[in-house]
């Protein structure tokens, strides 16, 4: 999983324009929401995944919190239909 930088280089800031500066938030808001999207989401239920999760995506994990049993969302095979892979 990529590791956000808390900090951002923004080179030289003497003379910055606005416009100059809007750029830069801009890319670092891209930056962030590429690095957050990247990592799955965690779904703990009393049930293991269901193959018609579409609304999930790829790489996203399932907890049965009853069974213990961990999935992960490998495909979406159709637009109604998703293959889980138990890995534990």
Do not use: C
Request: aromatic letters at 6%.
């Amino acid at each position: 999983m990529p590791k956000i930088s808390e900090s951002y280089e923004m080179g030289d800031t003497s003379g910055m324009t606005t416009e100059r500066l809007l750029v830069i938030v801009s890319d670092m808001y891209r930056d962030l929401a590429r690095a957050v999207n990247k990592k799955p989401d965690v779904y703990e239920r009393t049930v293991d995944g269901q193959v018609n999760d579409v609304f999930l995506s790829n790489g996203d994990m399932n907890i049965n919190s009853t069974s213990d049993k961990v999935e992960m969302l490998t495909s979406h095979t159709s637009s109604t239909t998703v293959t889980w892979k138990m890995l534990s």
